[in-house]
Each structure stands twice: as structure tokens, then as C-alpha cells.
Nanobody
Framework: QVQLVESGGGLVQAGDSLRLSCAASGRTFSRYVMGWFRQAPGKDREFVAGIVWNSGHTYYADSLKGRFTISRDGAKITVYLQMNSLKAEDTAVYYC???????????????????WGQGTQVTVSS
């Protein structure tokens, strides 16, 4: 069974750090891009970060560069999202997703991803 399972969410205070994990299984992801998206209440799901599994090349939403870092562990088939200096506006459900890598243009589009995790809640209190 192909699945992505997120973990690591929780309630933190503004300025804290948090690391999310996404464990992937059931498929060979070497030709995929792995992405993190988030969705706040009443808002559209937005791109956070992406990593091309083979090359390790990373992509970030412009507004999050410098605070968030995406990485992967090939042995564990796990993708991480390190989030630092968290703000109240980072509060959202965070989703891990996978897509066949077909070029830079599609990495930030949620419509390019065909496999999604169940999401993990991140709440940042101010």
C-alpha cells in the first residue's frame, strides 16, 4: 500500500522550532519530488517546500526561505520539514505530498501531486 504518514505537529509558542516528518512507503520514490503544503482555516492549500528525491534540489515558498528547511533521508525513506522562528501565521494543517518529477514549473502546484498524507496540525500561539 502506497502511503505518506506525517508526524511531529503540535502546539508551540511563537519563536519555537518544530520538525515534521513524512514517512513514505509502498513505492520507489527516486523519480519523485516530495512536497510540503499547508492549509490554514478558510484558506487555500499553499506550497511550503519541495525536494527532488534523486538530486536533493530544494524549492521554497519565497516568504518562508530562511526559516524552513526541507531534507530527506534515503535510508528511512523519510522527508523532514524543519521549521524555526515559528509565527502565529504558520498555524495550519501541514501535508506531505509526492509527485512524479517533471520539471521545476510544477513543483509548487498542488495539482501536480497525486499522493497525499493525512496531515498534521501545527498550532503556534502568540
Amino acid at each position: 500500500q502506497v502511503q505518506l504518514v506525517e508526524s511531529g505537529g503540535g502546539l508551540v509558542q511563537a519563536g519555537d522550532s518544530l520538525r515534521l516528518s513524512c514517512a513514505a512507503s509502498g513505492r520507489t520514490f527516486s523519480r519523485y519530488v516530495m512536497g510540503w503544503f499547508r492549509q490554514a482555516p478558510g484558506k487555500d492549500r499553499e506550497f511550503v517546500a519541495g525536494i527532488v528525491w534523486n538530486s536533493g534540489h530544494t524549492y521554497y515558498a519565497d516568504s518562508l526561505k530562511g526559516r524552513f528547511t526541507i531534507s530527506r533521508d534515503g535510508a528511512k525513506i523519510t522527508v523532514y520539514l524543519q521549521m524555526n522562528s515559528l509565527k502565529a501565521e504558520d498555524t495550519a494543517v501541514y501535508y506531505c505530498a509526492a509527485a512524479w518529477y517533471s520539471g521545476t514549473f510544477f513543483v509548487t502546484s498542488k495539482n501536480a501531486y497525486d499522493l497525499w498524507g493525512q496531515g498534521t496540525q501545527v498550532t503556534v500561539s502568540s
